[in-house]
Structure formats: C-alpha cells, structure tokens
C-alpha cells in the first residue's frame, strides 16, 4: 500500500498516520510531521486521526496549493496531545463517529447483559440440578423403605399364618385328648360295676 500523500513509496507501521474516516494512509513526513513531533503524538489522537481531505471536503477550493492534503496538515502541541485526550471538536461531533460510539457502547451493553444472563441461567440450572438430585435421592429413601415395609408385612403374615396352624392342631389335639379321656372314664366305669348288677342288668 502506497502513502496518500504523493510520495510513491509503500507505507510500514512506522511513523505511520492512517485517517479513521477514509482509512488511507500517510508517512507522517508527507503530512510535514517530524519524528520528534510524532512520538508526541498520543494513542487517543492517532486512532481518531482525520486526514485534511476529510477534514477539508466541503472547503477545498481549486488552484489553492496551500489547501493540499500535505499542507493542510494541522500537527497538535505536545501540551495539547498529552492533557487532552478528547477528539475534535468536528471529529467529536461527526456523525459517523457519534454512530461508532453508539454502536460500541451497544455491543457493550448486550455483552454485559449476555453475560449476566448467562450467568443466572447457570445458576438456575445449577439449583435445578440440584434440587433433582435432592428429589431423587429421596424418592430412592421412600422406594427402600416401602421394600424394607413388605418385608416386614410378609414375615409377619407368616407368622400369622404358623401360628394359625399351630392353634387349629392344638385344638384337634385337645380334641382328640378329651375323648380319650371319655374312653377311659367309660372303660374305668365298666370295670368298677358288680358283676351281678350287670347280669341283671342283661336279664331284664
């Protein structure tokens, strides 16, 4: 890329002047800028820069040699370069930069708030997580005890149903005890009795 000022030799990052408004380049000696009075040029002044063709464009005049971009070059004091780091007063209140800075500052916003609300979503989501591990642990509790509850609801129909057997052969024992007894008692009966009362017991 070649400088802008009429030179015709390519341009390289030193001592460099690029207009941010038509973003052409210019040696800061085609502009009449000496190294010296570069290096006191600030950051904030370079980067909003405006060449004397942008800065001229609506008072060029023809045939004026002195109203050349080279010439029209307007280099800012040391003094002026490192106490104000304001644009301006024309780049301040150009349109096209008023837009950029509108435009920063609202990509700023919206990566303030895109991070913001990344941040809550995460954080959301964090809560939710946890509050469905919470949720299935407990859950996990109530399944082993309602298991734990069968078991124990099995083992004491169990015993329910042995001891329903042991009292129906209890009773069928006392049963069967009773009437032997009654055996006993009418065999013992049998014996006592006089043999002639039971003959005459036959006769009659």
């Given at each position: 890329?070649?400088c ?9 990052e030193?001592?460099?002047?690029k ?10 000696e085609?502009?009449n800028i ?16 405006q ?5 001229n464009l609506t008072?060029?005049r023809?045939?004026?040699r002195?109203?050349t971009p080279?010439r029209?070059?307007?280099?800012p ?9 304001k644009?301006?007063?024309h780049?301040a ?5 008023e837009?950029?800075?509108f ?7 919206l990566q303030?708030?895109?991070k913001?609300?990344?941040?809550s979503l995460n ?8 509050a469905?591990?919470e ?8 399944r082993t005890?309602?298991a734990n509850?069968k ?6 129909t169990k015993?329910?149903?042995?001891l329903q057997s042991s009292a ?6 006392h049963?069967?005890i009773?009437?032997?007894v009654?055996e006993l008692?009418?065999f013992?009966n049998?014996k006592?009795?006089?043999?002639s009362s039971r003959r005459?017991?036959a006769?009659?």
């Open positions: 890329m070649e802008s000022g009429g030179c015709g030799h390519p341009l390289t030193q001592l460099l002047m207009c941010y408004y038509c973003k052409l380049g210019y040696h800061s085609c502009l000496n190294p010296q009075q570069y290096k006191t040029l600030s950051k904030d002044y370079l980067a909003s820069w060449c004397p063709s942008c800065c008072r060029r023809k045939g004026n002195e109203n080279v029209n070059s307007v280099i004091s040391a003094e002026e370069t490192k106490t104000s780091p644009l301006s007063e780049q209140t150009h349109p096209e930069f837009l950029r800075s435009t920063n500052n609202l990509q700023n916003m303030t708030w895109r913001e609300i990344d941040d954080r959301i989501s964090g809560d939710i997580k946890s469905l591990s949720v299935q642990l407990e859950m996990q509790s109530l005890e309602q509850l078991s124990g609801l099995a083992s004491v015993d329910i149903t042995e129906q052969f209890q009773s069928e024992e049963a069967h009773e009437k032997k009654r008692e009418e013992k049998i006592t009795t006089p043999w005459g017991s006769i009659l």
